[in-house]
Nanobody, 124 residues
Framework: QGRLVQSGGGLVHPGASLRLSCAAS????????LAWFRQGSGKEREFVAG??????YYADSVKGRFTIIRDNAGNTVALQMNSLKPEDTAVYYC???????????????????WGQGTQVSVSS
């Protein structure tokens, strides 16, 4: 049974950086497409960043500030977040899918495995 365990997150000031990490077990990690989603208070879950077959995808709101990083040797995926803004405040989730195709990278329903979620708060 696959499992994703997240670490990182916390409270930072605007302009700061944070790195989230997600460790996978029980799946053939290198065969999986990966992504990060987030859900702000009272909002729907939204796509943040994804990776499939060596290609990366980003939401317009984070492009140029966030980077998704995959480590197949360590079975981990990270989200490096720079120049954080108050509107980045949310619970962040990592996700994995073995059946991902390009048209579904941004669709949360395409992912079978999810991390437990971690809070990121950006406030002055």
């Amino acid at each position: 049974q696959g499992r994703l365990v997240q670490s990182g997150g916390g409270l930072v000031h605007p302009g700061a950086s944070l790195r989230l990490s997600c460790a996978a077990s029980g799946i053939e990690f290198r065969r999986y497409g990966l992504a990060w989603f987030r859900q702000g208070s009272g909002k729907e879950r939204e796509f943040v960043a994804g990776m499939r077959m060596g290609s990366t995808y980003y939401a317009d709101s984070v492009k140029g500030r966030f980077t998704i990083i995959r480590d197949n040797a360590g079975n981990t995926v990270a989200l490096q977040m720079n120049s954080l803004k108050p509107e980045d405040t949310a619970v962040y989730y990592c996700a994995a899918s073995q059946t991902l195709i390009t048209s579904t990278v941004r669709n949360s329903h395409a992912y079978a495995y999810w991390g437990q979620g971690t809070q990121v708060s950006v406030s002055s």
